[in-house]
């Protein structure tokens, strides 16, 4: 199979639309874990979101069949368990050791492009995968380098089957439509949900009122912010993941990852827009850095791709 041209500067505009359209949504998972759980959200999520591309597939000629379907269930199995392994490490670490962990993702991505499949991957690149991770550590704060535990190990596992999906998702997934991804993505994290509110309703556990139970929490009659917060998840997701799915494809998984940092500030913005939450200095400190990164690899592409890929 002939390598595709990397776009890297449609990928980054792609990754920063993911990033602001997250950003947002993510801001209102505190609402819907006020009296909701991790595993009724996952799966009612992916019942709107099948809901929606129902919609969608007829009206704008979408394709959803895949083109190697082992392929996409294996990508969608590596993501899925990513995200569970993720939100299950909140139950018992601090957030900031969580985030970090994740967050070395593009570290793994540069060991598995470069040894599993042979990609050079020169200086700058890994320069910027080192600004950015210090630039994501000074957001966190000290928390995120303290503390750690044999348990921390959990976070750092899923941000490495988070790397091998998103350099799947070009490795081995490289004709599939970003809707057919999008369709596996949330259809696994669909089926955990359902499973997880199956074993807690086998199983029930005593859950904290509010957020602090929201991963314990089994079904919940829903109420109207549930559901309306839900939707907005749904099709925000729907449109953010099928633009990061796009830039991964279009571009090489680590300059990819490098970009996707700015994630993190995008959440501080509208954490700040929304709830006026103020950051610390060092936290702003880092933001300027993951920028840093991020710039790093968007310059660098573009005084080597050819004109003709750059659009």
């Given at each position: 199979m002939t390598a595709k041209p990397?776009?890297?500067?449609?990928a980054a505009g792609l990754i920063c639309g993911y990033a602001l359209l997250i950003g947002f949504t993510d801001n209102y998972v505190r609402v819907i874990a006020q009296d909701h759980g991790l595993w009724q959200f996952h799966f009612?999520?992916?019942?709107?979101?099948?809901?929606?591309?129902?919609?969608?597939?007829?009206?704008?000629?979408l394709r959803l069949r895949?083109?190697?379907?082992?392929?996409?269930?294996?990508?969608?199995?590596?993501?899925?368990?990513a995200m569970v392994i993720y939100f299950g490490a909140l139950a018992f670490l601090p957030v900031a050791i969580v985030a970090a962990g994740l967050f070395t993702a593009p570290i793994f991505v540069l060991l598995i492009s470069r040894f599993a499949y042979g990609h050079a991957i020169g200086p700058v690149r890994i320069l910027a995968v080192g600004i950015g991770f210090v630039g994501v550590l000074l957001?966190?704060?000290?928390?995120a380098i303290s503390g750690a535990s044999a348990a921390a190990i959990l976070p750092v596992v899923a941000g490495a089957l988070y790397a091998l999906g998103n350099v799947a998702t070009r490795e081995w997934c490289p004709?599939?439509?970003?809707?057919t991804l999008v369709a596996g993505f949330f259809g696994m994290l669909g089926l955990l949900g359902l499973l997880g509110m199956i074993v807690l309703a086998v199983a029930p556990l005593a859950a904290p009122l509010g957020p602090d139970g929201f991963l314990l929490r089994g079904w919940v009659a829903p109420n109207w912010p549930f559901l309306f917060w839900t939707f907005v998840?749904?099709?925000?997701?729907?449109?953010?993941?099928?633009?990061?799915?796009?830039?991964?494809?279009?571009?090489d998984a680590g300059r990819a990852s490098v970009i996707e940092y700015v994630i993190l500030?995008?959440?501080?913005?509208?954490?700040?827009?929304?709830?006026?939450?103020?950051?610390?200095?060092?936290?702003v400190g880092g933001?300027?850095?993951?920028?840093?990164?991020?710039?790093?690899?968007?310059?660098?592409?573009?005084?080597?791709?050819?004109?003709?890929?750059?659009?």
């Open positions: 990397d776009r890297t500067l449609a009612t999520r992916t019942m709107m979101a099948f809901a929606l591309l129902g919609l969608a597939v007829p009206l704008l000629g895949p083109v190697n379907p082992r392929a996409v269930l294996a990508r969608s199995v590596i993501h899925g368990l957001v966190l704060g000290p928390e004709d599939e439509s970003a809707e998840q749904a099709a925000g997701s729907l449109l953010g993941v099928g633009m990061m799915i796009r830039a991964y494809q279009i571009t500030p995008a959440s501080a913005f509208w954490s700040w827009l929304l709830w006026r939450e103020v950051l610390a200095p060092m936290a933001m300027v850095l993951i920028v840093v990164a991020g710039c790093m690899i968007a310059l660098r592409a573009r005084s080597v791709e050819p004109a003709s890929t750059s659009a």
